[in-house]
């Protein structure tokens, strides 16, 4: 079975402190898992541990590999237009496939009326938009801010990362909107993961299997964790394909030579 793990970031802390010692953590890490390829995202901050879109594009070149894609962050609260300017950059020359925001993270809403340019240079690229939900302050991505955004913008492809963890529930409240897709990063983040979480994991791929992506949140989470709770859900073969690997391909077109 192949694996893309659709949202990991760079480790952190003491044990890793440059740039190239966390990048051969991350390819030891889709090693030991025997995971074929990643998606790592970007802070959308300068001052940070994981790494900002320049740092990681210069760390994972397109032309040199073709295991390890790059999604750049931004934030409407720290440099937002020079971001946006670079991002676009990255974008034209092909480095990244998609833009990371931070709501709840961040005090900023997913409608937030300086996102339009973010939504809009996200559409003139052809790339989706991913947005943190769930944990602290959940009403800043919620799914009615989603929502405004899809309605606003029924073309833009939008990735909830973690399923608005723990209220799992509600992606089903949102599958009429074709063009959501579900990041089921730190999903499996306990040992023991809640029922209510597994048998929403379990419906919600039941319900969209073309729309479920799988992802780890590695580090700051455990791959070979998540990857045990998906199989162990005992999945249809066509249904742990799609959420296992063709899904990231497809929405993030890593086939098509896109970055």
């Known amino acids: 079975m192949m694996i893309t793990d659709a949202h990991l970031h760079l480790p952190v802390g003491d044990a890793y402190p440059t740039l190239q010692s966390k990048k051969e953590k991350l390819l030891a890490e889709l090693d030991e898992n025997h995971a074929a390829r990643c998606i790592v995202i970007a802070d959308s901050w300068q001052e940070t541990e994981i790494g900002t879109t320049d740092e990681l594009t210069a760390l994972f070149p397109r032309q040199a590999q073709s295991r390890v894609f790059v999604v750049g962050g931004i934030s409407p609260l720290v440099q937002f237009e020079e971001t946006l300017a670079d991002l676009r950059r990255h974008l034209e020359q092909k480095q990244i496939v998609g833009i990371k925001l931070y709501p709840g993270h961040e005090p900023f809403c997913l409608t937030d009326a300086r996102l339009s340019s973010v939504y809009e240079t996200a559409l003139q690229y052809q790339v989706p938009v991913l947005f943190h939900s769930g944990w602290e302050h959940p009403e800043y991505g ?18 909830c990362c973690h399923c608005w ?95």
Do not use: W
């Open 142 to 159: 919620d799914a009615d801010a989603a929502a405004a955004v899809l309605e606003r913008y029924p073309e833009l492809r939008l990735v």
């Open 165 to 259: 963890y723990p209220q799992i529930g509600k992606c089903m409240q949102m599958l009429a909107y074709p063009n959501l897709y579900f990041d089921l990063s730190s999903v499996a983040d306990e040992a023991e993961v809640p029922e209510q979480i597994a048998s929403g994991v379990r419906r919600l791929t039941e319900a969209v299997p073309e729309r479920v992506l799988f992802g780890s949140d590695s580090f700051g989470c455990s791959m070979a964790q998540h990857i045990r709770f998906l199989r162990d859900m005992h999945l249809p073969p066509e249904t742990e394909r799609l959420v296992f690997h063709e899904n990231a391909g497809r929405l993030y077109q890593l086939e098509q030579g896109r970055a």
